[in-house]
C-alpha cells in the first residue's frame, strides 16, 4: 500500500534525536513543578540518544514563569482559555526548533525513561504518529492506583 506522506520522514540514525515536549499549566503549581523536574531529570538521562526541548505555556504571570524557568522549559504566557490558543501557544515555542518528533504531556503526567528509548525507535523507523495503549492513574485522594489499558 502506497503512503499518503508526502513530507520527508525523518530518520535520528547515527545522531541523537530532538524531541519537543510540549504542556500547559494553570494553577498546581507545586505538581506542575514535580513533574517538569521529572522532566529536567528525563533530559539528562537520555541526553546520549535524545535531545528534549521541553516547552509550556502557562496563565500565571511570574509564579508559572518562575516553575517552567526552574525546570529548564521554555515559557509563554498565554491567556487560560481558550485552551486550544493556549496550547497552540506552547507549540509554536519549537517552530524553529527542527524537531523530529513532538510529544503533548499534561502538566499532571509522568514518563519514565523507556517511554523515550521506545520513541526513539518509533522516530527511527519513520513512525508518523504513536500513543499509549497502557497507563496508570494515581488517585491522589485515597492513594489508589488504578491502569487503563486503552
Not at 516547552?55 to 509564579?63: F, I, K, L, R, T
Not at 525513561?113 to 520513541?119: P, Q, T
Request: proline fraction near 3%; aromatic fraction near 8%.
Amino acid at each position: 500500500m502506497s503512503s499518503v506522506v508526502t513530507e520527508k520522514q525523518r530518520s535520528c540514525s547515527g545522531r541523537p534525536c530532538r524531541v519537543g515536549i510540549v504542556s500547559a499549566m494553570w494553577q498546581r503549581l507545586e505538581l506542575t513543578d514535580l513533574v517538569f523536574s521529572h522532566i529536567a531529570d528525563m533530559k539528562a538521562a537520555v541526553a546520549p540518544f535524545m535531545e528534549l526541548l521541553p516547552v509550556v505555556a502557562g496563565s500565571e504571570g511570574d509564579a508559572s514563569r518562575a516553575v517552567a524557568e526552574q525546570n529548564v522549559f521554555s515559557y509563554r504566557e498565554v491567556e487560560n482559555l481558550p485552551l486550544g490558543a493556549k496550547w497552540n501557544a506552547a507549540l509554536s515555542l519549537l517552530r524553529d526548533q527542527d524537531v523530529d518528533g513532538v510529544v503533548i504531556l499534561g502538566s499532571d503526567d509522568l514518563l519514565n525513561e523507556r517511554f523515550f528509548h521506545v520513541l526513539k525507535t518509533l522516530v527511527d523507523e519513520g513512525c508518523q504518529l504513536a500513543g499509549l495503549d497502557t497507563f496508570f492513574v494515581l488517585e491522589g485522594r485515597n492513594g489508589r492506583l488504578m491502569e487503563w489499558r486503552g
